[in-house]
């Protein structure tokens, strides 16, 4: 999570708002509570200035109290030196101004101000009260703050998001990429940032397309070459066996004709590999899925005799047809034929079904041998990998090749086990969607 570009930007910025915010609150409210603050004084000199010796010669005459309290406003008013009964014990010889006295535990903000008959009033107010109406102050010119922070940060994460919305998708485009597919990235709506990295991936893309091409017609050509002078090879060993020669000189002649013809046979799945791998030259047509199922049971009917394997057909597809070119059919068919024949014991049974839905279609080749382990079924698709323990040998590159061809249709393969107890079997499942191309 670290490493995401998005979650270093989201929290970089969320921080440095934080941050700001923090410091901009907390300068409002000082500032505000220090306002409030000297507002507060501002009225204590106001209320002193209101009195005068007239005002307090009329209420003395008129036998009212000398000290004055007003609880909203939090107002205390007295003349110092004249002692009441709710008179405050103020120093009779407090100076002129502002004073902070601290009387019967609490703390107390005067005015003090002499009048023309030199008697001399205070005004003041509780420390406590003073101090509760700043804080009040500053909090509600901090309050804004507190809301809005939030709110700020959200919207950095949806505007990140949302900005770095065209690389995700652009991501997303490439995971969706077959295994096989290295066509340029289209920049056409790609961030202006991030086009000089993306040219730079086309470019390795343009190399690497280029490299593979040189290799699969190097292995095509190499193959080519091979094959014929591999067929001529078998064609001196037939001559070969069919001379008068001792047991032992007619045995080693067999172990050769079985490696040339093993050899033959790699040469015929390294071509096969090559064409699957490159842009198809056959053409695209409407094909009967079913009757290109029957051409590859007859390719491999002679392998199933030798071992004495039945092969079953069910159809419950009927006229199912599949836009596709009819050699890459026929090679996925027979190589899948070919791996299940060869892995089925003797007496055994491969069975190919094909069954038709409204969007897909499925071909499912199912054989009665070992199948093939769980930690395996992911490897076997890779070329020249081969299952272990198998007496039977391979080129390892029939499935790289189906594998190949199913997703140039745009279809997947499932690979299934028959039975829950050894030997398990193997069903293979090619899903295919109608409507491909």
């Known amino acids: 999570?670290?490493?995401?570009?998005?979650?270093?930007?989201?929290?970089?910025?969320?921080?440095?708002?934080?941050?700001?915010?923090?410091?901009?609150?907390?300068?409002?409210?000082?500032?505000?509570?220090q306002e409030a603050y000297e507002f507060q004084d501002d009225q204590l000199i106001q209320v002193a200035a209101l009195i005068d010796s007239k005002i307090l010669s009329i209420a003395e005459r008129g036998d009212l109290p000398v000290v004055v309290k007003d609880n909203d406003s939090r107002f205390t008013v007295q003349v110092l030196g004249q002692p009441g009964e709710h008179a405050l014990p103020l120093p009779a010889n407090m100076a002129n101004g502002f004073q902070t006295v601290d009387l019967a535990r609490r703390s107390w903000r005067f005015y003090v101000r002499s009048l023309e008959d030199g008697r001399r009033v205070a005004v003041g107010q509780s420390t406590e009260g003073r101090d509760e109406v700043a804080r009040d102050s500053g909090m509600r010119t901090a309050m804004p703050f507190l809301i809005l922070l939030p709110l700020l940060v959200t919207l950095i994460v949806v505007s990140v998001r949302k900005t770095l919305a065209p690389v995700e998708r652009l991501s997303s485009d490439i995971d969706a990429r077959g295994q096989g597919d290295l066509s340029p990235l289209d920049l056409e709506d790609a961030p202006q940032e991030i086009k000089p990295f993306l040219h730079s991936i086309n470019g390795l893309l343009t190399r690497l397309t280029r490299a593979l091409a040189e290799q699969r017609r190097f292995i095509a050509d190499a193959a080519h070459e091979l094959r014929s002078p591999i067929t001529a090879l078998l064609l001196q060993t037939a001559n070969v066996e069919r001379a008068a020669l001792d047991p032992e000189a007619r045995l080693?002649?067999?172990?050769?004709?079985?490696?040339?013809?093993?050899?033959?046979?790699?040469?015929?799945?390294?071509l096969a590999m090559a064409r699957s791998q490159s842009n198809p030259q056959d053409p695209i047509e409407s094909l009967s899925i079913a009757n290109v199922m029957r051409q590859a049971l007859q390719e491999c009917e002679a392998l199933a005799q030798g071992k004495d394997v039945t092969l079953v057909l069910r159809d419950q597809g009927g006229q199912t047809q599949l836009r596709a070119a009819r050699t890459d059919l026929l090679a996925m068919l027979r190589n899948l034929l070919d791996n299940a024949i060869r892995y089925s014991p003797p007496h055994g049974k491969v069975e190919i079904?094909?069954?038709?839905?409204?969007?897909?279609?499925?071909?499912?080749?199912?054989?009665?041998?070992?199948?093939?382990?769980?930690?395996?079924?992911?490897?076997v698709f890779d070329p020249f990998f081969r299952v272990g323990g198998s007496d039977d040998f391979g080129s390892g590159l029939g499935l790289a090749i189906v594998r190949t061809i199913v997703e140039r249709l745009?279809?997947?393969?499932?690979?299934?086990?028959?039975?829950?107890?050894?030997?398990?079997?193997?069903?293979?499942?090619?899903?295919?969607?109608?409507?491909h191309g």
Request: glycine letters at 8%; charged letters at 20%; proline letters at 3%.
């Open 410 to 435: 745009h279809g997947r393969v499932v690979l299934e086990d028959v039975f829950a107890t050894a030997p398990r079997g193997l069903r293979v499942r090619l899903i295919l969607p109608r409507d």
């Open 1 to 33: 999570m670290t490493n995401s570009l998005q979650y270093r930007l989201i929290s970089w910025q969320a921080a440095c708002i934080l941050l700001v915010g923090a410091i901009a609150g907390f300068i409002s409210f000082f500032s505000a509570f």
């Open 353 to 379: 079904g094909l069954q038709a839905s409204v969007g897909e279609i499925e071909v499912s080749i199912t054989d009665s041998g070992p199948g093939i382990a769980e930690a395996d079924k992911a490897r």
């Open 252 to 270: 080693r002649v067999a172990s050769l004709k079985a490696g040339l013809q093993r050899t033959r046979n790699l040469l015929e799945q390294l």
